[in-house]
């Protein structure tokens, strides 16, 4: 079974500019999480997808948006980007991502904010 | 709302020694407790997870978890620490009445030759 997949693995953008990023979860995992890691802050919860509806949603700014499709695929969008985008985007997918499954992560993106 | 603290940002142990993660949550609410493994530009691998049906969790590369709830702690260990060890570790806590899950800020463990 194929793991969890992120495209595109490296990504430099500037100041302003927006980017969006994907990922592909294991085939018959419905949920779908995106996270932020940074060396100052961590991991950090961005936002959770089920079934195509956003679930839950961390402490984050309005520019930070993502959505989820049919086949269970998402995508995270930040608009204006900042310095302080720059960071390491994980995906991880579970079945239902409630109680004690698991979560499979992705390689991640990393993004550089110029 | 639930949270982990992982005590010590980096644990250092020489080859065949002990390793021992120190991991604390607070939940109002039964948990379920994870660890995870990062290795250097990779994302997270579960090592093992608590949900309730034993204390002691054995997990994947040898390693094991003990949770106590009179402690509110969930360590992870490993008798012999392997130079292929050397990675990040993350203790994270999920409420079992909702799907928030929460890391703590991890532990980067180095082996010694």
């Known amino acids: 079974k194929a793991g969890v997949t992120q495209t595109p693995r490296y990504l430099i953008k500037t100041r302003g500019q927006q980017v969006t990023l994907s990922c592909s979860p294991i085939?018959?995992?419905?949920?779908v999480s995106w996270y932020q890691q940074t060396p100052g802050q961590g991991l950090q919860f961005l936002f959770e997808?089920?079934?195509?509806?956003?679930?839950n949603k961390g402490n984050f700014p309005g520019r930070f948006s993502g959505r989820q499709f049919s086949n269970s695929r998402s995508e995270m969008n930040v608009s204006t980007l900042e310095l302080g985008d720059s960071a390491l985007y994980l995906c991880?997918?579970?079945?239902?991502?409630?109680?004690?499954?698991?979560?499979?992560f992705g390689p991640g993106t990393r993004l550089t904010v110029t | 709302a639930q949270s982990v603290t992982q005590l010590g940002s980096h644990v250092s142990v020489s080859e065949g020694a002990l390793v021992l993660l120190r991991c604390n949550y607070s939940?109002?609410?039964?948990?379920?407790l994870f660890w995870y493994v990062q290795y250097p530009n990779q994302g997270l691998q579960l090592l093992l997870k608590?949900?309730?049906?034993?204390?002691l969790v054995k997990g994947i590369n040898g390693f094991e978890a003990e949770f106590k709830k009179s402690e509110t702690s969930f360590h992870l260990t490993k008798p012999s620490a392997h130079m292929s060890d050397a990675a990040e570790y993350f203790c994270?806590?999920?409420?079992?009445?909702?799907?928030?899950?929460?890391f703590g800020a991890g532990t980067r463990l180095t082996v010694k030759p």
């Open positions: 991880a997918s579970s079945l239902d991502g409630t109680g004690g499954t698991e979560q499979y």
């Open positions: 997808y089920f079934s195509e509806t956003q679930r």
């Open positions: 939940s109002s609410v039964p948990p379920y």
């Open positions: 994270a806590v999920r409420p079992y009445n909702n799907n928030d899950m929460r």
């Open positions: 608590y949900t309730s049906a034993a204390t």
């Open positions: 085939s018959g995992h419905r949920s």
